[in-house]
């Protein structure tokens, strides 16, 4: 079944019965969709067996991976939404759901420097913690309060891969990301389809300004 076939279903959780309303995103893990119980949103995602190709999860449970995921990130102050429940055998989670925009669609409309502070206080965070987060901006939600970590996955710190070295890039990225969001073309962001590496020469300056105002020793 594909992604935009699940959109209907109705999933049974220990939150009652959910069904799933529409697909909110598709991650290297799982496809993320909006979900409603008696007027309660939630969000749900449910696990895939893609092949992404410069990421391997290896053997082990996504679900399981998710869950001593979200625990670490809690535990050290990590903004996420509340994990409800999960089931390993199924292949999902339930999350609460946050009201806010996603920071995708901040980029694309150009006020991305809004949330930037907040989004360096999370990497602070997180390299505390001694993780990377996913620093792609779709796994990113703002409030009027507060930047939202909205993912759980997390990968052991590594500074090629931390939001300084990788992650900013996208959020400078305007240009990149409103072609990114019409076309679905990753080589909108990236410099090509299987590395991962963001386009980073023409975006150089904004990033070097954004560390130089936001970034903590």
């Given at each position: 079944?594909?992604?935009?076939?699940?959109?209907?279903?109705?999933?049974?959780?220990?939150?009652?019965?959910?069904?799933?309303?529409?697909?909110?995103?598709?991650?290297?893990?799982?496809?993320?969709?909006?979900?409603?119980?008696?007027?309660?949103?939630?969000?749900?995602?449910?696990?895939?067996?893609?092949?992404?190709?410069?990421?391997?999860?290896?053997?082990?449970?996504?679900?399981?991976?998710?869950?001593?995921?979200?625990?670490?990130?809690?535990?050290?102050?990590?903004?996420v939404p509340?994990?409800?429940?999960?089931?390993?055998?199924?292949?999902?989670?339930?999350?609460?759901?946050?009201?806010?925009?996603?920071?995708?669609?901040?980029?694309?409309?150009?006020?991305?420097e809004a949330?930037?502070?907040?989004?360096?206080?999370?990497?602070?965070?997180?390299?505390?913690?001694?993780?990377?987060?996913?620093?792609?901006?779709?796994?990113?939600?703002?409030?009027?309060?507060?930047?939202?970590?909205?993912?759980?996955?997390?990968?052991?710190?590594?500074?090629?891969?931390?939001?300084?070295?990788?992650?900013?890039?996208?959020?400078?990225?305007?240009?990149?990301?409103?072609?990114?969001?019409?076309?679905?073309?990753?080589?909108?962001?990236?410099?090509?389809?299987?590395?991962?590496?963001?386009?980073?020469?023409?975006?150089q300056h904004?990033?070097?300004?954004?560390?130089?105002?936001?970034?903590?020793?």
């Amino acid at each position: 079944m594909s992604p935009d076939q699940q959109v209907g279903n109705v999933l049974e959780t220990e939150q009652g019965p959910l069904r799933l309303e529409q697909l909110l995103g598709r991650g290297k893990s799982g496809y993320s969709y909006l979900a409603v119980h008696n007027g309660c949103k939630y969000v749900v995602k449910l696990m895939h067996d893609e092949p992404c190709p410069y990421y391997d999860f290896g053997n082990q449970n996504k679900v399981t991976l998710e869950l001593n995921a979200y625990h670490h990130l809690e535990r050290y102050g990590v903004p996420v939404p509340k994990l409800l429940s999960h089931n390993e055998q199924e292949g999902f989670l339930v999350k609460s759901y946050i009201d806010g925009v996603l920071a995708n669609d901040l980029i694309a409309k150009g006020n991305a420097e809004a949330v930037i502070s907040d989004l360096y206080q999370i990497s602070h965070i997180a390299k505390r913690a001694g993780v990377n987060l996913d620093y792609f901006p779709a796994n990113f939600v703002s409030t009027p309060d507060q930047l939202f970590y909205v993912d759980y996955e997390h990968n052991p710190y590594d500074p090629q891969w931390d939001l300084d070295n990788w992650g900013i890039y996208y959020w400078a990225n305007q240009e990149g990301m409103t072609k990114f969001q019409q076309t679905g073309d990753i080589l909108h962001l990236n410099q090509d389809h299987n590395s991962g590496i963001p386009i980073k020469a023409p975006l150089q300056h904004t990033v070097d300004c954004w560390k130089q105002k936001y970034q903590r020793s």
